[in-house]
């Protein structure tokens, strides 16, 4: 079985709800800390072994790119400063992978969004990561989603309980076999009536597709506001092929949403020992207010 070594990473969208701010900066590059998120995503990959990596991006592609390319004044007032820490952050950027930012012209689905890379996949297996998503996790996730399609070839989707009063924002992914955190996929349903969904797994973001998958996205008629979604490739997916999917460890942030963005950058600083301390303390000044 091939090793995954290509990751479509789609961050067209627009941000709406983090407007103002999102108006002249992508959704994208909204932090965590001191790293944008897609960043964060960009290193998941990188750490479990993907090493071409394909951007989707819509308006302005270039902050996006300008970010992962060298800087050589910023890299040159570093070095003269002598802030060698800040200088080996910023030249990390340089060398983590073979980046290549592809615009999406028009965001009509995620299904879409994938296809702006096929030429570039050629019939390998490849790892789909929302930018959207960002995980924390002891082992990446992808690279637990990409183990788990080399033991048995079939496209894998990362799914987690969400509980059924949420699993309406997402899709319910129904199942036969369950072997420990593999599941046997039988359908998958796109954002469930309430009280329709007969099972409250749910995939959030990450995925690893069969060589060809591309394929089935072509086959994709138009749905809902006119877009092609990918979980319908996977319906098509489950029924000729087969499909699992893989509970993964790890929490899952949600970017696209404000609630999520303030909640990723807690438990990252509350992760990291420069801002632990200080943050700690200050979250107990605030319980003591109450």
């Known amino acids: 079985m091939q090793k995954i070594k290509k990751a479509v990473i789609p961050v067209a969208g627009y941000g709406t709800r983090f407007l103002p701010f999102t108006k002249a900066v992508p959704k994208a590059m909204l932090p965590i800390i001191n790293k944008p998120a897609v960043q964060i995503v960009v290193e998941e990959a990188v750490k479990s072994g993907i090493e071409e990596i394909y951007l989707i991006?819509?308006?302005?592609?270039?902050?996006?790119?300008?970010?992962?390319?060298?800087?050589p004044d910023l890299e040159k007032h570093l070095a003269d400063a002598g802030a060698t820490d800040f200088?080996?952050?910023?030249?990390?950027?340089?060398?983590?992978?073979?980046?290549?930012?592809?615009?999406?012209?028009?965001?009509?689905?995620?299904?879409?969004?994938?296809?702006?890379?096929?030429?570039?996949l050629g019939d390998e297996p490849f790892a789909v990561m929302f930018g959207d998503d960002v995980m924390m996790s002891d082992m990446p996730v992808i690279g637990q989603l990409a183990e788990s399609f080399l033991e048995t070839g079939k496209t894998t989707l990362g799914?987690?309980?969400?509980?059924?009063?949420?699993?309406v924002k997402y899709a319910s992914v129904e199942y036969g076999k369950k072997d420990g955190n593999l599941f046997e996929v039988t359908a998958i349903?796109?954002?469930?009536?309430?009280?329709?969904?007969?099972?409250?797994l749910a995939p959030l973001g990450r995925y690893v597709l069969r060589g060809g998958f591309c394929e089935?996205?072509?086959?994709?008629?138009?749905?809902?506001?006119?877009?092609?979604?990918?979980?319908?490739?996977?319906?098509?997916?489950?029924?000729?092929?087969?499909?699992?999917?893989?509970?993964f460890?790890?929490?899952?942030?949600?970017?696209?949403?404000?609630?999520?963005?303030?909640?990723?950058?807690?438990?990252?600083?509350l992760a990291d020992p420069?801002?632990?301390?200080?943050?700690?303390?200050?979250?107990?000044t605030l319980d003591s207010d109450k």
């Not at 991006?57 to 800087?71: C, L, R, S, T």
């Not at 930012?101 to 995620?110: M, N, R």
């Not at 349903?189 to 409250?200: L, Q, R, V």
């Open 57 to 71: 991006v819509g308006q302005h592609k270039d902050i996006i790119e300008q970010h992962f390319m060298p800087a």
């Open 87 to 120: 200088l080996e952050c910023v030249r990390k950027l340089n060398d983590l992978a073979e980046i290549t930012c592809i615009v999406q012209e028009k965001q009509t689905g995620t299904g879409s969004a994938v296809l702006c890379a096929e030429k570039y």
């Open 159 to 167: 799914v987690k309980n969400v509980g059924f009063e949420n699993v």
């Open 189 to 200: 349903t796109e954002k469930p009536d309430a009280g329709t969904a007969k099972s409250d």
């Open 216 to 247: 089935l996205i072509k086959r994709l008629k138009p749905g809902k506001n006119n877009e092609y979604q990918l979980t319908d490739a996977f319906t098509f997916d489950v029924k000729e092929n087969g499909v699992n999917a893989y509970a």
């Open 249 to 269: 460890d790890g929490k899952r942030y949600d970017m696209g949403d404000v609630s999520g963005f303030l909640q990723a950058n807690v438990d990252f600083a």
């Open 274 to 284: 420069r801002y632990a301390e200080k943050l700690k303390a200050h979250l107990k």
